[in-house]
């Protein structure tokens, strides 16, 4: 027999194969790539690589010519386009019907849009300039008072493996029942004696077997299996503890089968939802009270922590000592609104008259380490992400985009249709997903949405200048240290 051949490693490969293989990545892959060894590090850096990617994303858009390397000019295109920094987005208007109440919801989901409109739900398709209704769901007998969007492949009304990237709709109703509903098909979950008022942020527990938490006027929490297993008796268990209706349910970011829940009068517990059902009494494994003087606004688990914005305070709370770790006082200001994003270490919130950009790590040493966006009404609504800020005032008509590192304003947008827009304006609610943005409000000629995505955009906005960070000071780097780093 002949002897093997010996093996091969990275090391065998010259750039120019490993850039070569770099070049049927996307940008997140290829991006990946580049923290995996020297070798790959220098293939992810190719200008052949990143002038592809280039291409790809913006095949209309020309590439400049300049001091900056394609790898740079990709990155800081991708920041403004996700600013929205430019006034030629491409817009759909889609009107509503005038005898409906205006949408109280509103998701965006790749090419869906979801909103509801009284007790009834719909779904739009997210054309090249127009919107189409796809389907309208009419499962609930009174108003809709939550919608969460979850894997299809996690649910019952999963029939195909080609729809498994595919969402399935859940709405809560005072009408006290709970629908999960997906093309044409629903199921409803009756259990709760008082009208539904929360639904958890993600489903509960790992693997093929999940729950759906919903929280009720009637002060319980309960649990039902949405695996295909339990069809007939979806109800798991109820949770009994709070004694006013429930505000919020979110679940804990470093063990999937812990609920967190806030009620009206702002006691909070955690919930051992893996609990075997005979010991129902004994799964609230932790509590706390955050005697704030207005209700819970927002709910946020991240590693260990659950962030919870109620009154003028937002408060960080240990879920494994169940005490405050830091509490975010706004001085008497009542929040109206909050997003929190607590990887980047920022968190904004609305009052009366602006939003308050805060960055948590100096929370503690300045309290007064705020970046503030000022807006002509109270913000009620808000988008946080870490490109920008988003908000928005009821009375306003039109949403601020704020640059999230100096919080300086960057566009404004207006929610109707810029050709025919004449009066005064609403806006009732927004969704944000990346470099797009749908508003919905109503004006003189009615209710409607407008869909803008800045993807393909090429007008900039006009820059007033260079800007500073309000967080950090400007910084100075050399060679060597950016060296060093790599």
Known sequence: MSAPLPGRTLADL??????????????????????????????????????RLYREQWPFQQVPRGALGIRELYIRRHTEVHQMKFNDPLSSIYYLDPTESAPSHLMLDRNDVWFSQGPVAKRLSLGWLNMELMETYKSHSARITCMRLFPLINTPLFRSDTHTNEKA???????????????GQSRCYKGHSGPVTALADKLLGDGEFKVLATGSEDCTIRLWSVSTRAKKHPLISTLHGHEKTLSLLSVAWHKPSLLMS???????????????????????????????SGPPVAIK???????????????????????????????????????????????CTGIKDKALLWDIRKSQELANTVAELHSDGPVALLHLDPYKVVTGAPWDGQVHVWETRTGHLVNTLSCNNPVKSAGRSTLSAMAVDGCRIITTGSSTEGSLLHYQDFLRSSVPVASSGKEVSKFWGPQEYDDEDSDDDH
């Open 169 to 183: 709709l859940v709405t809560s109703s005072t009408d006290r029942t709970v629908c999960l509903c997906w093309k």
């Open 14 to 51: 010259d750039g120019d194969v490993l850039a070569h293989c770099a070049g049927h990545l996307c940008a997140r892959d290829v991006a990946s790539l580049a923290m995996a060894c020297r070798p790959l590090h220098a293939a992810a850096y190719c200008d052949a690589v990143w002038y």
């Open 262 to 292: 806030i009620s009206k009068d702002t006691k909070v517990k955690v919930w051992d939802t893996m609990a075997p059902p005979s010991s129902v009494s004994s799964s609230c494994v932790g509590g706390t009270h955050l005697n704030s």
């Open 301 to 347: 688990c991240y590693q260990s922590l659950c962030y919870i914005a109620a009154g003028s305070e937002v408060t960080a709370i240990d879920l494994r000592t169940m005490k405050k770790a830091s509490v975010l006082a706004l001085r008497n200001q009542r929040i109206l609104s909050c997003e929190m994003l607590p990887s980047e270490w920022l968190i």
